[in-house]
């Protein structure tokens, strides 16, 4: 029980610090992505950031699930912002259910392909699942 008293005012303590996870990012770029699989031509590919920029547009239309599909279609290519703006859909509930455990996976990952950005998402995922 002891435990679980210093562990909140922690996490608190650390979200005040952190900031709190907004609304997809629209300028976030990602170091080191993979290029475009074999079956896209260079001239008919979308790039990243432009299926991205599409899926921040359907958030913006709270076309949640359309924001999903694009946000995958982007994360299956490698796109660290695109996997934070998942967990950012999951951890707010918008076109699925309220899953912290499956926010924190996808912010996981964007961290793992150094999304700085995660951090804040990851520490107000927390603030949340234990407040």
Known sequence: MSLRRSFIPLMLGISLLACQA??????YSPAGAPAPSANYSAKSAPTLEAIRLQGNTSVRNKDYPEAMRRYRQAADMGDAGAMNNIGWLYQNGRGVPVDYAEALRWYR????????STRCSTSACITRMVG
């Open 22 to 27: 907004g609304p997809p990012s629209e300028n």
């Open 109 to 116: 990952q964007a961290a793992d392909l150094g999304a700085a």
